[in-house]
């Protein structure tokens, strides 16, 4: 496959790599991006492997939570434009949608779209909101939270632009555990851990994860028969980074996330276990082609 220039634009601002090495990587793959992406980060060159494309959908994630902690809901809901996100219509609407996630028991898109909204349904609603307010919008997704002896507390960031909803089991009330809880969601949502603990590790990610960083160290110069030695604390330390309980607390750095939470637990006096978290980003995952802003305009006014 022919390499062109908005291939290597493309692949530099996913990795932050020279433009050169992009290309070198490129042609080495024969086009292919996603193996690109691991050329680089196997040679050092991309501190990160981020996704194709820029994150450009725009909407809300609201939470929901029961008065006793009990239960809590998420829902993610997306518009074309900044502008009906801040809308206080379609704030509402989403706000609405967060408390029926937490309230229902909907396993699915489906099903939750049939629930009752005022006269009609929640699809039927989406479809009025749509019509009222002129632009598209979905329901991306929702999830309920509701384990037994599990309290939920969270976090939205920037009015809704992520979401957070830690669950702590423990005997303990929620007036106990909401700082503790609101530390834990904050952490999740600025450091965005992969997992919530070492139990919870994808195996096939922690293969590739070490494939990759073999490559590094042979990349570095360091004999093949050393990375046995060298390899357990390289993938230590991957852990440490993308498991919420084992990363550096963000508003104590002397602490991790666990210690954090179990001297919270010494002082109340009842145990504290982080048992469940969720994350949700507006538009994560979600690509868009790049427009230019004032050819856009320049079309609309064409119309």
Not at 262 to 278: N, P, Q, R, T, Y
Request: aromatic share 4%; charged share 30%.
């Amino acid at each position: 496959m022919a390499v062109t220039a908005q291939m290597v634009k493309e692949l530099r601002e996913m990795t932050g790599a020279g433009m050169m090495d992009c290309k070198k990587a490129l042609v080495e793959t024969d086009g292919d991006m996603d193996k690109a992406v691991e050329v680089l980060r196997e040679k050092g060159l991309s501190k990160a492997a981020k996704k194709a494309g820029r994150i450009a959908a725009m909407g809300l994630v609201k939470t929901a939570f029961a008065a006793d902690g009990t239960a809590a809901g998420i829902v993610e809901v997306n518009s074309e434009t900044d502008f009906v996100a801040k809308n206080e219509e379609f704030i509402e609407f989403v706000d609405t949608l967060a408390a029926k996630a937490m309230e229902s028991d909907a396993a699915d898109m489906d099903a939750f779209m049939a629930l009752p909204y005022g006269d009609g349904t929640v699809a039927e609603e989406l479809t009025a909101k749509i019509a009222k307010i002129g632009e598209n919008m979905s329901i991306r997704r929702f999830q309920k939270c509701s384990e037994e002896g599990v309290k939920y507390v969270g976090y939205i960031h920037g009015g809704g632009t992520i979401g957070v909803i830690v669950g702590l089991k423990t005997e303990a009330s929620v007036e106990e555990v909401t700082v503790c809880g609101k530390d834990v969601a904050m952490q999740v949502a600025s450091m965005n851990p992969k997992f919530l603990d070492e139990t919870q590790v994808d195996q096939e990610w922690l293969a590739k994860e070490k494939e990759i960083a073999e490559q590094q160290l042979l990349n570095e110069g360091k004999p093949e028969k050393m990375l046995e030695k060298i390899i357990p604390g390289k993938m230590k330390a991957i852990l440490k980074e993308v498991c919420l309980v084992d990363q550096k607390f963000v508003k104590n750095g002397d602490l991790t996330v666990a210690a954090y939470v179990d001297s919270v637990a010494k002082e109340i006096g009842k145990d504290i276990k982080i048992v469940e978290m969720i994350r949700y980003e507006v538009g994560e995952g979600i690509e868009k082609k790049e427009e230019n802003f004032a050819e856009e305009v320049a079309a609309q006014l064409n119309k």
